[in-house]
């Protein structure tokens, strides 16, 4: 039986191509508004229903469009809040992360992401720093700045619970690809020394190993018992690249190749000379299936320590300052002490970082799946395809509608999108939401406005139009207004054409000449 599933970055690829087609242009997107008619409830739209006769529907009624530009499009991400006294989720590389709380926005326009909870406590204190290391605050959490949201994107695309996406330059500048910032403490174990600690200056190294960075070119000679390393009796070649003194008790492993594969089950602490090389190691764990003779002496690039308590009991494990390392995929950990009984050894878990470092790709570490529009609707522009004369109750996004007769992606900043009759000797009055009446063919449509005067804009739909088309025809008005059509101009997009992917019915939004209304969309993927 096979198993499958999506991954959560296929949701962030859909909306970056959405993202990426407005700003290169190789697609048209539009905003439309329409239903200038009332609703049966007015308090209440109906629901939408994803099916075609919504669309048509949603057609019969547009009466304009306007293009989204570049600047009027972001990608977003979920808004979560920093609070104090919440539990916020830790970062995972074995997790999936898409639906928990492992980043916070603080009230300063700040994005962190959360490195450690400080196994699961109330976060108390507020990150506030900038720095592209990753912080400990002091109730325990730790966490790594990703960026500030500048005062104009928050303004323009913060939609309720959701925020436009950004970097920070000198974040990106300074990460490690693979590094592994945190160090999670699964179980304590027992029969460690007690009180190991940094403050008392004798805290347990803490050996990461994996497909990371390391150095590997120091050789010995060991002395082995039943598979087990008694000892390193000789440092054979010192190697070069190893640390550097004055730090002290470099966590090392033993590596031996046999001809079933090399064994790395024994560690060490090792000492260096200012060169680099390795001057000698005093053997820790002796692991098994070694036999005496060469092996390589291995140090990670990522290393860490651990302190226990007075029962001798791993408590707190962390990454050694400068130690994060880099090009991990994979990894495990080793507290360098030996234990009576290895199966009482304390459970350690690397956590590795994105692929390209913490803070690198923020609309892929945040989950970037949003699409965020912020379109404003300025008068009556578009020369008045935009009426402020009768509201709209139906907003959209349609993608590649056809310019009128044609099937030519339309390009234009804005598109009416209903027919318009050109009336002479008009006389009384064409109000909005008026019937209009054609008095030669019988053909029926609902007033949305009169530009100019003369130029009648008007819908088609199933609940109160029909199907007959106006001609150069008399007209009269459930309003009061009569008038004879001199002309018909068509609208300028292609009826059904391009793909409708949003509608969203709503209470209606009255329109005015002084007046500026702003449309925000947002889209998951």
């Known amino acids: 039986m096979a198993t499958s599933s999506l991954s959560t970055q296929i ?111 109330f976060s108390t204190s507020k990150p506030t720093h900038i720095s592209v290391d990753v912080k400990k605050t002091n109730d325990g959490y730790r966490w790594k700045y990703m960026f500030t949201l500048s005062d104009s994107l928050f303004r323009k695309f913060s939609i309720s619970d959701y925020l436009p996406i950004d970097s920070n330059a000198t974040v990106i500048a300074n990460t490690s690809r693979g590094s592994i910032e945190h160090l999670k403490l699964v179980s304590g174990g027992t029969g460690y020394p007690e ?36 000892s390193v009796s000789q440092i054979v070649d010192g190697g070069s690249g190893y640390p550097t003194p004055p730090e002290e008790s470099i966590p ?135 009426t402020v004369s009768n509201d709209f109750r139906r907003v959209g996004l349609i993608e590649n509608p056809y310019n009128f007769g044609t099937t030519t992606i339309a390009t234009a900043d804005t598109l009416t999108a209903k027919r318009v009759l050109v009336l002479s000797n008009p006389q009384g009055t064409f109000s909005e939401d008026s019937t209009i009446y054609g008095q030669t063919t019988g053909a029926k449509g609902l007033f949305v406005d009169l530009k100019d005067s003369n130029k009648l804009r008007y819908i088609r739909d199933t609940e109160i139009a029909n199907t007959i088309d106006f001609t150069l025809e008399p007209i009269t008005s459930t309003s009061g207004g009569t008038a004879t059509v001199s002309q018909i101009i068509e609208p300028e997009v292609e009826p059904y054409s391009g793909d409708i992917l949003f509608i969203n019915n709503r209470v209606a939004i009255d329109r005015s000449i002084d007046q500026i209304e702003t449309i925000s969309l947002v889209l998951e993927y």
């Not at 830790?90 to 639906?99: A, F, G, H, I, W």
């Not at 990461?208 to 010995?220: H, K």
């Open 195 to 230: 009180n190991k600690t940094v403050a008392n200056g004798n805290a347990i190294p803490v050996f990461i190993n994996g497909d990371g960075d390391r150095v590997a070119t120091a050789r010995c000679t060991i002395i082995t018992a039943g598979g087990i390393v008694q």
């Open 252 to 386: 090392v492993m033993i590596r031996q190749v046999s001809t079933t594969g090399a064994v790395e089950s024994a560690f060490g602490i090792a000492t260096t000379s200012v060169e680099g090389k390795i001057v000698s190691v005093e053997k820790i764990i002796g692991g098994s299936g070694y036999v005496s003779g060469q092996a390589y002496i291995v140090h990670s690039s990522c290393r860490g320590y651990a302190e226990t308590n007075a029962q001798g009991v791993v408590t707190n494990v962390e990454i050694s300052n400068g130690y994060a390392g880099q090009n991990f995929r994979s990894a495990k950990a080793t507290v360098v002490h030996e234990v009576a009984n290895p199966v009482n050894a304390a459970v350690v878990k690397p956590i590795i970082s994105p692929f390209l470092g913490h803070g690198f790709s923020p609309e892929r570490e945040l989950f970037a799946k949003y699409v965020l529009i912020n379109l404003r609707i300025a008068y009556d522009e578009g020369q008045g395809d935009f």
């Open 11 to 121: 949701n962030y690829r859909n909306a970056k191509q959405f993202f990426d087609a407005v700003n290169d242009g190789s697609r048209s997107f539009y905003v439309f508004i329409g239903r200038p008619q009332p609703w049966p409830n007015e308090d209440v739209p109906p629901p939408v229903t994803n099916t075609l006769a919504s669309e048509y529907q949603a057609w019969y009624d547009i009466t304009a469009m306007k293009r989204v530009d570049p600047q009027d499009v972001r990608l977003g991400f979920k808004k979560i809040s920093w609070v104090s006294g919440e539990v916020y989720d830790e970062y995972s590389n074995d997790v999936d992360l898409s639906t928990k709380n492992f980043y916070v926005f603080t009230d300063e326009n700040k994005v962190y992401k959360c490195i450690s909870n400080n196994n699961g406590a």
